[in-house]
């Protein structure tokens, strides 16, 4: 199983909506990240998490909050976003290390729209 | 920080074509390489990969791409393009000391004219 599973696959929320972006992978990889790519534009690195902890925040408004709660899911919550944040949300897996295994498996992203 | 350029950001060729894209990075330490395709409305899938070895790596559907460690570049190839391979295609690079942050150029968008 070389999949990463992102659910849902679209979402339209209001800018006082709280609604969570979900994740899950079965590679025993310890590395998941969150990206966002707007249309037209390359993916953006948002956070890394490595062994389940924090390891990357790349400067991410505090409306968007992750969470890895075990090492196959890694969640992100979403509170009070503004029409901007809109785009498609990317997550993807990795092997954590420097080795020739630590190339990045993504879903198919969440497709996120506020209104 | 580390970069990365693509100096293309759209190509248009015809079938039978050969395709070649740029790809540079701005690291200079121990780097690992890729190419990543997203076919219209579908997810990144890793085209090929650079960690050591043999500079010149193939991938999968007939590409290949050679790092120049000396000119801090990883250019994409394809002999004969077909209609199938319109899509864009992203240069990234993951610096050993940054740890796990995959970084990607701007992309290259490829149209294919049958």
């Known amino acids: 199983d070389t999949e990463v599973t992102q659910t849902p696959k679209h979402l339209v929320m209001g800018m006082t909506n709280k609604k969570s972006l979900k994740c899950e992978q079965h590679?025993?990889?310890?590395?998941m990240y969150w990206y966002k790519q707007k249309a037209k534009k390359p993916p953006e690195l948002m956070f890394v998490?490595?062994?389940?902890?924090?390891?990357i925040n790349e400067s991410v408004p505090s409306r968007f909050s992750p969470e890895c709660p075990n090492s196959s899911l890694l969640n992100l919550h979403l509170h009070a976003l503004q029409p901007e944040d809109s785009a498609l949300y990317l997550c993807?897996?990795?092997?954590?290390?420097?080795?020739?295994?630590?190339?990045?498996?993504f879903g198919q992203g969440t497709r996120l729209t506020v209104v | 920080a580390q970069s990365v350029s693509q100096h293309n950001h759209h190509v248009i060729l015809s079938e039978a074509a050969s395709l070649e894209l740029g790809c540079n990075y701005s690291?200079?330490?121990?780097?690992?390489l890729f190419w990543y395709v997203q076919y219209p409305g579908q997810h990144l899938q890793l085209l090929l990969k650079?960690?050591?070895?043999?500079?010149l790596v193939k991938g999968i559907k007939g590409f290949e791409a050679e790092f120049i460690k000396s000119k801090f570049s990883f250019n994409l190839r394809k002999p004969s393009v077909q209609w199938s391979d319109t899509a864009e295609y992203f240069c990234?690079?993951?610096?050993?000391?940054?740890?796990?942050?995959?970084?990607f150029g701007g992309g290259t968008r490829v149209l294919v004219k049958p």
């Open positions: 993807a897996s990795s092997q954590v290390g420097k080795g020739d295994d630590t190339e990045a498996f």
């Open positions: 590679m025993g990889h310890r590395a």
């Open positions: 998490y490595s062994y389940e902890k924090l390891s």
């Open positions: 690291y200079g330490g121990t780097v690992n």
């Open positions: 650079y960690f050591s070895g043999d500079p």
């Open positions: 990234a690079v993951n610096a050993w000391a940054a740890g796990n942050k995959l970084t």
